[in-house]
């Protein structure tokens, strides 16, 4: 069965950085799009950034772009984000998820999902 276990993530001081992981298994990898998503407590999920099945093509949320970074590496079946400059508001638990397509911006267009991984960033 399809499994995305997520890790990488803890507890770090405002302005710190962190580097989340994701391992994808029992899917063919590199025909999916990828994304993070992120929940905090009494919010809705929400769409971090997304990359297509080559990494030709990324989208980040206007909250995060210009600090977190979307990659990954279809010979490990993994997908990473970069996160930088973190703000105690990027604090949350942090979900990758597998999309066939061909839609990448909206929750009900993934269909794997991961169980997550807590950031909390102290102020």
């Known amino acids: 069965q399809v499994q995305l276990v997520e890790s990488g993530g803890g507890l770090v001081q405002a302005g710190g950085s962190l580097r989340l992981s994701c391992a994808a298994s029992?899917?063919?990898?590199?025909?999916?799009?990828m994304g993070w998503f992120r929940q905090a407590p009494g919010k809705e999920r929400e769409l971090v950034g997304s990359?297509?099945?080559?990494?030709?093509?990324?989208y980040y949320a206007d909250s995060v772009k210009g600090r977190f970074t979307i990659s990954r590496d279809n010979a490990e079946n993994t997908v990473y984000l970069q996160m930088t400059s973190l703000k105690p508001e990027d604090t949350a638990i942090y979900y990758c998820?597998?999309?066939?397509?061909?839609?990448?911006?909206?929750?009900?267009?993934?269909?794997?999902w991961g169980q997550g991984t807590q950031v909390t960033v102290s102020s």
């Open positions: 998820a597998a999309a066939r397509g061909p839609g990448w911006l909206f929750k009900r267009e993934y269909d794997y």
């Open positions: 029992g899917l063919t990898f590199s025909r999916y799009t």
């Open positions: 990359i297509i099945w080559n990494g030709g093509n990324t």
